[in-house]
């Protein structure tokens, strides 16, 4: 009996560690999309900063398709010039 219930602990041990990983991966991929997301809204209209842009139709016709991406943009400039803002967004809100 003694030797099932350290297997459940164990067993148990690592659904945990496993559910912590998952979680983890989750996040980084997340993160990650809003990189590539900012990424492309910097392609389309890089104009703003000076960088080669596509052509005006292409740009016009995802500019309301952009809306959440502009939103994310702006709000990075304000964190730009702060790194402890910028670790604690990484990070989530509690």
Known sequence: MRNWSLIKKISAFIEKIDTINR???TDMLEFELR????IFCLLLFGSFIGMPSPPA???IQLL???QDEFKN???RIGLAHDALAEITSVLGEP
């Open 73 to 75: 943009m702006f709000m």
């Open 23 to 25: 979680i983890k991966a």
């Open 64 to 66: 309301p398709l952009m």
């Open 35 to 38: 990189e590539l997301e900012n």
């Open 57 to 59: 139709q292409i740009t």
